[in-house]
Structure formats: structure tokens, C-alpha cells
């Protein structure tokens, strides 16, 4: 089991930057860890994930926005949020997977199936 704590949420102005920080502790090895975000209203989606050979993964709206970085020193999941924009408001969630790696990270990111979450940090752009 691993314990996330995210934080580093906040209101910013569009076109501005903000960096999640998702501290994890516990059973600190994790092959696929993300990033997940949800609007009022609407579904879940995935925002990034990055799994322990250094592959990454992003969703199309944030391409080239967004950097999802793992810092195993300090056991600490980053997103480097830039050029933000009223759609990306939403409370921010982090994810980790330690058991089913069979699956491969893209299945388990893209299908939500991470078996660790945090209780998420509010980012709120306008």
C-alpha cells in the first residue's frame, strides 16, 4: 500500500503555471504512477503517467503543456503545469501502481485501473 499526498494546487491566471507536487511514502516502489484531474460534472480523465523505465504519457489537451516528472530521491511525483487555461480547473489526483505490472503502464493509465490514490489538490485557473 502506498500513502499520496498531493499538493501545490491553487488559483492562477490563465496563461500562468503552477507545479503538483504528490509526495508518496509507504511501500515507496511504484512501476506506474499519474496524474488524473475532474471537473464538476464531469468524468475523471487522465492528465499524465510516467512508469519506472522513464516512458511517459500524456493526454492530447496537455501535450506539451504539461511535464510529469518522478524524483525517486526524495519519493515525489511532479506536474509542471504551463500556459494554463480555464479548462484545465479541476481538482488534480495522483495515482500509483505497485502490483499489476503485467498490464503495462499505458493499460493501466489509460483505463484508470492504479490501485493507490490521493484525496487531490484544487487548481482553479481563470
Known amino acids: 500500500h502506498v500513502q499520496l499526498v498531493e499538493s501545490g494546487g491553487g488559483s492562477v491566471q490563465v496563461g500562468g503555471s503552477l507545479r503538483l507536487s504528490c509526495a508518496y511514502s509507504?511501500?515507496?516502489?511504484?512501476?506506474?504512477m499519474g496524474w488524473f484531474r475532474q471537473a464538476p460534472g464531469e468524468t475523471r480523465e487522465g492528465v499524465a503517467a510516467t512508469e519506472t523505465d522513464g516512458s511517459t504519457y500524456y493526454a492530447n489537451s496537455v501535450k506539451g503543456r504539461f511535464t510529469i516528472s518522478k524524483d525517486d530521491t526524495k519519493n515525489i511525483l511532479h506536474l509542471q503545469m504551463n500556459n494554463l487555461d480555464t479548462e484545465d480547473t479541476a481538482m488534480y489526483y495522483c495515482?500509483?501502481?505497485?502490483?499489476?505490472?503485467?498490464?503495462?503502464?499505458?493499460?493501466?493509465?489509460?483505463?484508470?485501473?492504479?490501485?493507490?490514490w490521493g484525496q487531490g489538490t484544487q487548481v482553479t485557473v481563470s
Open positions: 495515482a500509483a501502481e505497485t502490483t499489476r505490472r503485467r498490464l503495462g503502464c499505458r493499460t493501466i493509465y489509460e483505463n484508470q485501473l492504479f490501485d493507490n
Open positions: 509507504g511501500r515507496t516502489y511504484s512501476y506506474c
